[in-house]
Every structure is written in structure tokens, then in C-alpha cells.
């Protein structure tokens, strides 16, 4: 047998043993066609890992957005801010906790009804993103900014208005 044949074999074994997504729809457990409706967002408890072998990425997160509340999401590198995003189309699954979108338990429906019932508008796209890149005055890019880097002029001149987002982040990890 050919190294090569043995590869293809070994590769195969390989995909056979990668963890499968959950069922695309759950008959039982399907959401109303016009979910979701409000737009509430809320986390209880809830922890996930990308590996059973590491470290929990969210540990015993807990919040509520409100219908038509705006929030910003902002942190530094390896906060968490990717995970949530992650989290919210289950590509991470829940360890502890749940997640639900107007008071569906988003780890009871198929992937299908969720990901196709909600969109994450991808940061700086337009004002009315769902992610925002905030960064700090210790950061080299000055994006989203505009004028002077934050660092040369010692004050934040965000873009879209939000001065006081960027001056509550500041002083909270200052």
C-alpha cells in the first residue's frame, strides 16, 4: 500500500471522528416563523470552551438586551467579544447556561432556524452595526477615529458619536 493511500485512509478516519453540529431543524422545537419579532438577547449563566481540553473562553456570563436597546460590545484582545458573536449561531455550543432570543432557548432549535432567522452586521459596515470597534488610547491603529491618533492628541474623537462609550471603556480598564 502507498503512503499516499494510507494518508487518504488515515484522513478519512479523521473526519469520521469530528464532533457533528447539531440537527439542522428540530421538528418539535421549531421557532414561530416570525421569530425573531422583539429582539431581546439574553445570556444566563452561561459558559462555553472551544475544546473540551481548554480553558472556558465565557465563564457564568449573565446580561439582557432589551428590544431596540443598542449596546456595545468592547474589550480587549481575548476578552470574549468574538465568543459571544460565536456563541449566538452556537459555534460554540453551551457548556452551563443559556442563551435566549426573544425567550427561545436558542440551544433547543435546529442550527437552521437559527442561523438563518438572525445576522450579525460585520463591525464598521454601517452606523447601525451590531459590532463596533472601540479601541483604547494604548492601541497603534487609530480606526475608527478620525484626526489625530488618540495617543498624540490625548482625547478620543470617535466617529458616529460615541464619546461616551469610548470614555466609560477608558476609565474602566484604566
Not at 481540553?53 to 456570563?61: A, F, I, Q
Not at 465568543?83 to 426573544?102: M, P, Q, T, V, Y
Request: charged fraction near 25%; glycine fraction near 8%.
Amino acid at each position: 500500500m502507498s503512503s499516499l493511500t494510507f494518508l487518504s485512509v488515515e484522513r478519512i478516519k479523521e473526519y469520521l471522528e469530528v464532533e457533528q453540529e447539531a440537527q439542522a431543524v428540530i421538528p418539535e422545537t421549531r421557532p414561530p416563523s416570525n421569530w425573531p419579532s422583539e429582539g431581546s438577547v439574553e445570556f444566563i449563566d452561561y459558559t462555553t470552551r472551544y475544546r473540551s481540553d481548554l480553558d472556558p473562553v465565557l465563564r457564568h456570563v449573565s446580561f439582557k438586551i432589551q428590544p431596540l436597546e443598542k449596546v456595545g460590545i468592547v474589550g480587549r484582545t481575548g476578552a470574549g467579544k468574538s465568543s459571544l458573536a460565536l456563541a449566538l449561531f452556537r459555534g460554540l455550543e453551551a457548556e452551563e447556561g443559556k442563551i435566549l432570543i426573544d425567550n427561545v432557548d436558542i440551544g433547543s432549535i435546529g442550527l437552521q432556524d437559527l442561523r438563518e432567522s438572525i445576522t450579525i452586521v460585520p463591525q464598521g459596515m454601517s452606523r447601525n452595526s451590531l459590532v463596533f470597534p472601540v479601541e483604547y488610547a494604548h492601541v497603534t491603529r487609530s480606526y475608527p477615529f478620525h484626526g489625530d491618533h488618540p495617543q498624540q492628541s490625548g482625547s478620543f474623537r470617535p466617529v458616529y458619536g460615541w464619546g461616551d462609550l469610548c470614555r466609560a471603556a477608558t476609565s474602566a480598564i484604566d
